[in-house]
């Protein structure tokens, strides 16, 4: 029978996890592609350049990154993410995705994680972590449990856990301490913007993604569709016949269970046009939905930090986005930020605005603030 630790099969390859800095275990089950991998790949980036070595462990990669670490792709955490699988069967892929990763953090200084998906089984890889000699880094995107069924002592005691836990402004660090975590062990890092990308010409992008010509201008939500996420509230803005937009571009996969359907209904002359993409996009496929919208929407009921708004500044495109939580740090030249509770009458207003602005694509990459988290990390870890 395959050991956890066979499952798991490196498939890039620095120079070796040497003897050079602090070895750092990075633990990243939802995978380094897609909308968070520009996440993973700008802070691994900057632990590299601080001079840390790092060994990644991850459910997919996308090789086109620009970092040196050794990657190994586990196929248990890649069963954990499996979706047609029993829960049973992806609870186990979760528990042996961790016991793969023991072998690695025998030689490591650090383990950082990110979400904490299944708090029962992280606190006890965490205590093993422990016993084996690494500090412990939370990369806290959300205060709360994933899921609101996991609050309660069990993700508390993992917080207790962490030598150290990030977060990306003063909202989410008060509602972490809130949750239990000891107040000298937050640290506030910014959320930078990711690698500059060459946006696809429009008629690439709709061929990529299966698309007819769309009337422009268009807005995008996309990502995760969940119900905080202002769906039904930017149909129902943008159905208005003075709205400055022609089609609405919904791009992901639903989460949660809720009408989705109901929520993007419109009569047969309504004057918008809805157009969907309802699956889980490959890395191409997002860049296309990115690509072919001149706006895009971050209308966040709750929440903290958002892949999506980093993702839109990487190639040139202005955000619509809200002020709940920590989001409006975020903001950047030629966004418009706009109250939790906005009208319909604000969001046209807001994107109308957006569409007036030039903003130019990146041609460099803004790395400070991500330097600003690694070195902020390994200052406090000595």
Known sequence: MLSARTLIKPISSSDGPGDRGVRILYIEPLGVRGGMGHYNEALITAYEQAGASLEVVTSSHDPSYAFRADVHVSRFFRLALDRSKPRVLRAMGYVGGYLGCLGLARRSDVAVLHFLHRPVVDRLALKAFRRLGCRLVLVAHDPEPV?????????????GLFDLIVVHGPKARADVIAQGAAEDKVVVAPFGDY???TPLD???ACRTLGLPDLARPTVAIVGNLKPGKGIRRAREA???????????LIAGTKQDDWDLDDALRIPDDSPLQIVRVDRRMSDLEELAAYSVA????????SGYSSAVIARAHSMGRPVVLTDAGDLALQARTGDVVVAANYTAAELREAIARCLRERVEAPTTWDCEAWRYHAGSVLARLG
Do not use: F, N
């Open 147 to 159: 899921l609101a069924s996991q609050r309660g002592s069990a993700y508390q005691g993992c917080l």
């Open 195 to 197: 690698r500059a990308t």
């Open 202 to 204: 429009t008629a690439a």
């Open 238 to 248: 943008l159905e208005a016949s003075d709205s400055p937009v022609h089609t609405l």
């Open 294 to 301: 001149d706006v895009l929407l971050a209308l966040y009921d």
